[in-house]
């Protein structure tokens, strides 16, 4: 599956990862708590981690297996406000996302997360894409209901989110799917 370089939606570009992005981010919300609480990292201490991430996800990127993409305001994409990380499985694009939080609560998730499905549900190859999120986690569950994913069911004992519990916690199954 070939998912594009780049993404445009009304207010947002969605692009590949670089260097300078470490340091947004870092002041962004990789050291945010709150920001962190339900993501399977802790809040990052220095801007060395989020550097070192940084890498990773250019890795990965390069890899084919991963487009970790830096979402941006469509008017300054230098400047990282969240991330739209994509899992290319088979015929299956599993995502994650996060937001900084000053930009919460304005509808721009769900813009990236409609854009996001529609480009790839144009895939020949791709007939699914979905999202867990833990079932606490209620702006996740809502962002996905209004992107229109299906919710699909509950996964017992699913994932370790390390800023809430030691061992895994249950997570609700989100698909669209073609
Ligand atoms: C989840 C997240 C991406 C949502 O991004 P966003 O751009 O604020 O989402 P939107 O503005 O498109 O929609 C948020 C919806 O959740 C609702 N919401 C927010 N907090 C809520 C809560 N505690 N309980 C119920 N609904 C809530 C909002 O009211 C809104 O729904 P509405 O439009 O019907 O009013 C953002 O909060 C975030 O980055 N959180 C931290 C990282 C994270 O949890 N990522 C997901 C991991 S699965």
Redesign the pocket.
Known sequence: MLLPNLIQTDRLTLRAPCDADASHLFDAYTQDPE?A???VWRPHQSIGETEAFIAYCKQQWDSGQRRPYILTRRDDDAVPI?MLEARLLAGTIDI????QRA?????????ALVAFADVALALPACFRVQ????TE????A??LE?SGFAREGRLERHMVLPNLAATPRASLMYARCK
């Open positions: 920001v609480r339900y993501m969240g994650g996302y996060v937001l930009s919460w609560g304005t509808g721009l998730m769900t813009e999202a867990t999120c833990d986690n209620h702006a996740s809502r962002v209004k």
